[in-house]
């Protein structure tokens, strides 16, 4: 099955209101205690493949991790050299 819980919750729902009659004329309230159940399915999400390392990848592809500085340093735009 493709399908899964992801978030679910319940919330409280306004309350039925009933009354029962008692002995000597007495009336008592008799009061339902209801929820609203909400499930919310989601599908599974397939992942891709990983591209073969033979191939050319981008200069954002490769994986490699840089520092703010270098990062920094590529935005930079050198006059004159």
């Known amino acids: 099955d493709p399908l899964y819980v992801s978030p679910a919750q319940c919330n409280k ?3 039925g209101r ?7 004329g007495r ?10 159940i909400e499930f919310i399915l989601s599908e599974k999400k ?3 493949d990983k591209a ?3 191939e050319e990848a ?5 994986g490699k991790k840089i520092t703010r500085k270098q990062a920094a340093k ?3 735009v050198s006059i004159g050299e």
Do not use: W
């Open 27 to 36: 009336i008592g309230k008799y009061a339902s205690q209801p929820a609203h």
């Open 46 to 48: 397939k992942g891709v």
């Open 58 to 62: 981008g200069e954002g592809a490769t």
């Open 52 to 54: 073969p390392e033979d």
């Open 74 to 76: 590529k935005r930079f």
């Open 18 to 24: 009933r009354r029962t009659y008692r002995a000597h």
């Open 13 to 15: 729902a306004p309350a």
